[in-house]
């Protein structure tokens, strides 16, 4: 691209393997600072006031693509604004997830809270609202539902 900018995307993918908020907040973490805030979006035992065993997450082929769009978009839109460098780590599950696991995790990193917690926050919203990954959620009673992205 060849802008200068004082973000720098550390991590921006789809995962088949495990992932946590420890992982992201290693990854952020720098001597300029002075606020790591992340967010985990772990997988609950249940939805719409059924019991959920499991979830099944599965991506467009053009997920991981849109996922960095969304973080190149989220970065250049905000450039400009930080003092001193702000980092950013996000990658959301695909595959089989037991209840428990982290399904979206982001974490930010920044010279002050304030900017940290919205591009935090801005992160996962864009993140869930335009990334196309479909959720299946599995029910004790058996029943299965689609979630569709953006929805």
């Known amino acids: 691209m060849g802008i200068e900018t004082d973000f720098e995307v550390v991590s921006a993918v789809l995962s088949a393997e495990p992932i946590s908020v420890d992982q992201a ?3 952020v973490e720098s001597d300029t600072a002075g606020a790591v805030v992340s967010f985990s979006g772990v997988v609950r035992n249940h939805d719409g006031g059924k019991a959920v065993d499991r979830l099944s997450y599965s991506a467009h082929p053009t997920a991981h693509q849109v996922m960095s769009d969304v ?3 989220l970065v250049a839109e905000h450039s400009g604004e ?3 460098p702000v980092r950013i780590w996000a990658a959301h599950r695909i595959g089989t997830l037991e209840i428990g696991d982290p399904a979206l995790v982001c974490a930010v990193a ?3 809270r304030g900017q940290a917690f919205a591009v935090c926050s801005e992160l996962v919203d864009r ?3 335009q990334v196309p990954i479909w959720k299946e959620q ?4 058996g029943t299965v539902e689609w979630v569709g992205a953006g929805e």
């Not at 599995?138 to 009673?141: G, L, N, S, T």
């Open 25 to 27: 907040i290693k990854a």
């Open 71 to 73: 973080v190149a978009q």
């Open 82 to 84: 930080a003092d001193q």
């Open 110 to 112: 920044a010279a002050h």
């Open 127 to 129: 993140v869930k609202e």
């Open 138 to 141: 599995f029910f004790a009673d």
